[in-house]
């Protein structure tokens, strides 16, 4: 096997290494999507993925990394080319038809509980985009959805440098977070203006969205969660 890292588990003091997962590695991502399922105190903050899903992933349409420790896949990252469809989270954030084939979306990633605590998820996160960059492609946003209050994935996506464009339900009637990251922007812009809301305030947080306001950070005060808005 090809890795392209490998690295120390901290609060184990034993070796990972991470490599491009395959169509043989499919029985191993859902055992770990599984058990991270079954941690979840909250279910709906969490869309899995189903069998065909990773199947279509794999079978080209985007990349999937994973870890392993032990010969035993303990985290996985993933990367989807999506279908143009009416669901498309380029429509969400605003672009127009002859962009959106230039989004390609971040997909689920899942560490087994017993692996948490090792920034598993913001390794993965940076390899996978390092993979993307080494391809000759032509996307310039990558998109993804996340719950509110769904905290770890939300710190995940700002760490990267992605911004909040979007609060809708989507997967059925389930609210999300859309966020969006532009690979040709460069550097960070100027705000003129910043707020605060906090996370359960939905309209709030979809009025200033829709003046055209984006989330860039949270933070915790006094034991309520608060999105900064900035445009």
Known sequence: MSYI??????????????????????PGILNVQDQVILQLENKERLQPLTDEEFQF????????????????LIAFRALLVPPIDEEHLGRDIGLTEMELPKVIYQEISNVLPAFRGNQLQKILASLIMQELAKENHSYRYVCCTVA???????KDKFAQGMKIAALKEKYGGSL????????????????KETIFIQMNDTRA???????????IQ???RAGAWLVQYTR
């Open 176 to 191: 999300r977070y859309i966020f969006v990251k532009d690979l040709e922007e460069i550097g960070e812009p100027e705000y």
């Open 148 to 154: 509110p209050f769904n905290i770890p994935s939300l």
């Open 205 to 215: 947080q979809q009025a200033k969205l829709a003046e055209g306001w984006q989330g």
């Open 5 to 26: 890292y490998e690295g120390i588990l901290k609060n184990k003091q034993i070796t990972f290494k991470v490599r491009k997962l395959t169509m043989g590695d499919l």
């Open 57 to 72: 992933i794999l079978d080209g349409n985007g990349w999937m990394i994973g870890a392993f420790a032990e010969n035993q």
């Open 218 to 220: 949270m933070e915790e």
